[in-house]
């Protein structure tokens, strides 16, 4: 009979928490060497990727080039792309798309082959896409493949607390990089905590978009990855560049519903209540200019006119080319009454996608040994101030498959410390159930309230200095409350949600200028001569 404290005990070689594209697509190639755990903190599949609509950019075109993709994000970026890392993802594009094509992802076929689009920012059509569920799709085929794999157990609602280093146990040795063992999570149904040990551990958690107001995110999006990586010792780059979708549904009944870049690539114009298209005057590529000078635009007409939202507009393109294209946001617009083939859909921008996170290198490393990152989670250097439409999928998969091929390169050297001592288990200090649970509930609300508020599309000193006190006294309530009660799921994610909003505010503090998707009306103009170069945290602490 297993003693029950060896229930509270998992052993793994590869320990993935976060079970997006990026987490399944690496789960499935490990397997072919070892035993992968896939920690997900909801059902299976649950993630930013199982929502993301208009698809995945990589060069499929005859007429398209790398060289061409490899502009367009260079441009996107701002100047703060790392362009190896550009060149890289770029280069690697049509191979990884070939392997979910290997795989049974259901693209989207034309005679002449697959059906490419065009979003904001591109120069030619190289969205491939499946309509508009690409995400959905290509999730529902992973998993199936994952589902059938023996070597990969899924644990849904497993909610990672933080990562397991050698420097926390007392193991670490001066003059040697520390080292990942494992993650320490909470099965969110029994209450246990359970100690995942494993040869590699990755992060694949996603973004954070849970910490603003209004998002596309998902639950599930609050930051975990970054910040569990931020408490371990990992460099932290570049938090102040969240980009703000800029067509989000707005209906009150409507949660994070999203409306694809596509719909505008496609034809769509945005209105005004009045009718008048405005996009012409914001920029030359009208409703194609890239995310963050749209959503900037929609944000300044709205405070401009007082209205509560914009409208996009494609019913000019005929009731049957929107149904084809469009079927998913049809239906959807449809259940709110919304007829999207005959009138326009009423929009607003809202918190997409965190395009700082975990520092790596080219294989997903981080600065701790065996602890990987890959996915929206990370900072490669692929998005520079903005990300360019549809380059979220294609990094996830590109790293996924890069950070691969180094884990098994180096598997001889870690099988070597399979005889290594078992962690502890965790130890609950006695704690009890608080009775202020409601603490929980309003610093969650205040966090994302200040957020919206004072950390979002445009940004001044003032604003960020308030949203930096009160993320000072959150963080010290939220502290002393993690140390004295008992471990929930909400408590977790509150934890993290407070680490992630202030790495945002101390990043945006720092950045005295205007760049990409950070804009603050004290500093409005680009400085390439001070401040063409990432924010690295820690920098000089509060």
Known sequence: MTHPSEQRRKLCDFLIIGGGMAGLDLALRLAEHGETAILTKAPAGESNSMYAQGGIAAVMDPEDSAILHYEDTMTAGAGLNNPESVRFVVENGPRVIQHLIDLGAPFDKTEQGYHLTREGGHSRRRVIHARDATGR?????????IDEHPNIKVYENHVAIDVITAHKLGRYQPGRQDQCLGAYALNSASGEIITFQANHTILATGGAGKVYLYTSNPDTATGDGVAMAYRAGCQVANMEFIQFHPTCLFHPQAKSFLVSEAVRGEGGHLLLKNGDRFMQRHHERAELAPRDIVARAIDFEMKRTGDECVYLDISHKGAEFVKDHFPTIYEKCLSYGIDMTREPIPVVPAAHYTCGGVVTDQSGRTAIGNLYAIGEVAHTG??????????????????????????????????????????????????????????????????????????????????????????????????????????????????????VASLIIRSALHRKESRGLHYTTNYPERNDANWLTDTILPIDQW
């Open 382 to 499: 692929l998005h520079g101030a903005n990300r360019l439409a549809s380059n979220s999928l294609l990094e996830c998969l590109v790293f996924a498959e890069s950070a691969y091929h180094d884990i098994v390169t180096r598997l001889d050297a870690t099988n070597a410390d399979d005889a290594a001592p078992l962690l502890p288990l965790w130890d609950s200090y006695d704690v009890g159930h608080c009775e202020e649970a409601v603490m929980i509930a309003h610093n969650w609300n205040e966090i994302r309230r200040f957020m919206w508020d004072y950390v979002g599309i445009v940004r001044s000193n003032h604003r960020l200095a308030r949203a930096r006190r009160r993320s000072e006294l959150i963080n010290q309530e939220i502290n002393e409350y993690y140390w004295n009660c008992a471990i929930t799921r909400d408590l977790i994610e509150l934890r993290n949600l407070a680490q």
């Open 137 to 145: 799709r290509v999730m529902e085929t992973l998993m199936a493949r």
